[in-house]
């Protein structure tokens, strides 16, 4: 998957996506305005986040910052502006649903595309 996504200002909550990694469940990914990002377990509800992963890249991004998700089974990676953040390790294999955490501003998140590899 992958889109623009408009950083917050300074001091916002942060924005991002959420995996479903079992009905109810998943992981987040939150990018706050400075680029820097946080990995956690949330529930889909929004309820229950608790952060296990903390990255800064010290990087100024685009605004809005091209994102990119990938995901095969359990592992995660996800993209700023073409540069890794992390590659992750899910809790279990996602689901294939995916969410936007915009904190009330779906505009914030846009030209949304997504592909599904083909088995062989």
Same mark, same amino acid.
């Given at each position: 998957m992958e889109g623009d996504l408009v950083?917050?200002?300074?001091?916002r909550p942060a924005r991002g996506l959420y995996v479903e990694c079992e009905p109810g469940s998943g992981a987040a990914i939150l990018i706050r305005g400075d680029g820097s990002a946080e990995l956690g377990d949330i529930r889909a509800d929004g309820?229950?986040?608790?952060?296990?992963?903390?990255?800064?890249? =010290?990087? #100024?991004?685009g605004r809005p910052a091209k994102f990119r998700l990938l995901l095969q089974?359990?592992?995660?990676?996800?993209?700023?502006?073409?540069?890794?953040?992390?590659?992750?390790?899910?809790? =279990?294999? #996602?689901?294939?649903r995916i969410g936007l955490i915009c904190r009330g501003d779906a505009a914030s998140v846009t030209n949304l595309r997504a592909w599904q590899a083909r088995a062989r």
């Open positions: 950083l917050p200002s300074e001091g309820a229950g986040y608790k952060v296990t992963f903390t990255e800064d890249r =010290k990087m #100024a991004f089974q359990s592992l995660l990676e996800f993209y700023l502006d073409d540069i890794l953040i992390e590659c992750f390790s899910l809790p =279990k294999s #996602a689901t294939g």
